[in-house]
Every structure is written in structure tokens, then in C-alpha cells.
């Protein structure tokens, strides 16, 4: 089976060198959270070299914590200014962590109890309630990075959290010959997604915190059925193989976890940020999806 990977890239990152000359890869993605010195293009410029397709990675309406803070009784800042009904229950860390949100006024959020921990900048924060509303899609780091690709004639943009035209409306207002990756991440985007297929973009299966948006954990069967159907073509990204970030070994669950997904017809992966932080990990997933990938 013919697979190609598409790697999370940290700008500062020693070893891409390696990375390029392997088989299973077809490109880069520029996760946008990641800090840098001297801004977006300072980031850009830094991975152009390497001569992979460069696909940067916008938030959008994504929830992402910019002002952190210590629960419980305390609040937090998020990206986007909100109104939903409360009290209402927040999730952090991939879902496994909750909080009650018993106030909002804008984008600063009001936490009764947890996580007890320290909440940092960046986290995504998911807040799944019929009530939701998120004002505006692109933050001012996404602009930033749409204004810096203008600037260097580059187009290839992942657009996170899409559910509506209008989100990928915004983007093309800033950089009109944008060529955008659909992240399908939430029960709108899956209704978006069967909708309109592929017609305005690639989708990819953002599984992350689609996990976490579906209604029951197993749902996220038929979640990843619905996209691959909608285009044939689609990406699957994250929570895969993440059980080699702590043990040189993969989980059998790991393993089993990607042949479904070969078998149920992705021929394109996205390695996340928790695989490919680190030189020994990245090279570990990228043979282990090769080695798969003979077998399906």
C-alpha cells in the first residue's frame, strides 16, 4: 500500500535533515502555537529550506488557552470570546481532565473546580454544549501567518475547527489562492464534511479533539467512516502510535489502531506534535507506519 506522512515540524528542530530523506514523507505541517523569535515568518522561512510542501496550520476557531492560571476558584482566558449556558463542564489534556465553568463574560472564563493543576498557554480547552457559540474564527496569530505566506508566494494552509463556508471564506479574504486543508474536528464539521465533501478543500480526520466532540468515544468509528467516505482522499491526524512517546516499544493497541485506518482506506498521515518533538520517536513512527503499511 502506497502511505504518505505528513510531519509535525518544531521550527528549531536539529534533525529534519533526516526526516526529508525518509521515504514515507510528503510534507511538513507548521503547528502555529509553537513560539518563535522572530514571528511567523521567521518560522516559515526556517522549514522552506528543507524543500518539502509547507502546510501551515491555523487555528481558527479553535479553543486555545492565552492567558494561564492557577484552579481551582480562578479564570482563564481563551482565544475567542464565547457565550454558552452555564454552568457547563470544560475539558482539558485530550479530554481527560474537566472543569467547571461556572461564568463567562467574553473570552475570560470563570473555573469553580479543576484541573488542579497549573491551566498553561496554548492548552485547547473543548466546551461540547448545544449552547456554544464562538465569535470570530481567525486569532491574530493566524492573519499574522496568512499576511507572512502572502508575502512569500506560499498557499497551503490547514484550517483547524472548519464547520461552516464562511470559515474558509475568512481565510481566502486574507489569502485568496489559498489551498486549505479542511480539519474536521467537531459533530458541525462532520455535518459539513457530509455536506460538501471535498469540494472546497482536503478534508483530514483531526482526531484529537474530534475524540473528544463525538457524543460516545466509540463514535469516533463511525466519525472517521463518514470522512473517508466524503473524500477518498482525506488525511487522518493525531492520537496515533502516541503509546512509542513513552516507551521505545508500541502498544498492540497502537499497532491494531493503524491497520484499521489503512484498512479503512487513509493513505495519508499526519504525525502530531507528542510523536515528532523528538528525533528517536519520529524516525520510530515513521518505520513502524512503513513496516504496517506492507502488511494491510
Given amino acids: 500500500m502506497s502511505l504518505q506522512v505528513i510531519v509535525t515540524t ?7 535533515e533526516e526526516i526529508v530523506a525518509h521515504p514515507l514523507v510528503s510534507g511538513f505541517r507548521l503547528n502555529t502555537i509553537m513560539p518563535t523569535k522572530d514571528g511567523p515568518g521567521e518560522a516559515i522561512d526556517r522549514l522552506r529550506t528543507y524543500g518539502q510542501p509547507l502546510w501551515v496550520d491555523l487555528k481558527g476557531r479553535q479553543l486555545r488557552i492565552v492567558g494561564s492560571a492557577s484552579p481551582p ?16 463542564t470544560a475539558f482539558f489534556s485530550d479530554g481527560t481532565e474537566q472543569a467547571r465553568i461556572v461564568a463567562v463574560d467574553g473570552n475570560r472564563l470563570i473555573l ?13 480547552i473543548n466546551i461540547i454544549h448545544p449552547s456554544l457559540q464562538i465569535l470570530g474564527t481567525l486569532t491574530e496569530n493566524d492573519i499574522a501567518y496568512l499576511q507572512a505566506m502572502k508575502e512569500r508566494g506560499m498557499k497551503k494552509v490547514m ?19 489559498a489551498e486549505i486543508i479542511l480539519k474536521i474536528e467537531t459533530q458541525a464539521g462532520l455535518k459539513f464534511a457530509e455536506k460538501y465533501g471535498h469540494k472546497y478543500g482536503r478534508l483530514a480526520a483531526a482526531r484529537g479533539d474530534l475524540f473528544i466532540e463525538v457524543p460516545q468515544p466509540h463514535k469516533i468509528i463511525s466519525a472517521l467512516k463518514k470522512i473517508i467516505h466524503a473524500d477518498p482522499n482525506a488525511i487522518v491526524a493525531s492520537r496515533f502510535l502516541d503509546s ?12 491494531s489502531d493503524v491497520a484499521f485506518l489503512l484498512t479503512e482506506g487513509y493513505k495519508t498521515f ?14 520510530e513512527a515513521l518505520n513502524l507506519l512503513d513496516a504496517i503499511s506492507t502488511q494491510i
Fill in 10 to 16: 518544531p521550527p528549531y528542530a536539529d534533525y529534519l
Fill in 73 to 88: 476558584f480562578t479564570e482563564i482566558r481563551i482565544s475567542h470570546p464565547i457565550k454558552v449556558d452555564t454552568p457547563v
Fill in 112 to 124: 469553580e473546580s479543576g484541573p488542579r493543576r497549573v491551566v498553561g498557554l496554548g492548552e485547547s
Fill in 159 to 177: 484550517l483547524s475547527y472548519v464547520e461552516k463556508l464562511s470559515d474558509i471564506e475568512e481565510v481566502k479574504s486574507v489569502l485568496p489562492d
Fill in 244 to 255: 512509542l512517546a513513552y516507551h521505545p516499544v508500541p502498544s498492540s493497541a497502537d499497532i
Fill in 270 to 283: 499526519m504525525l502530531g506534535d507528542i510523536i515528532c518533538l523528538e528525533r528517536d520517536t519520529l524516525v
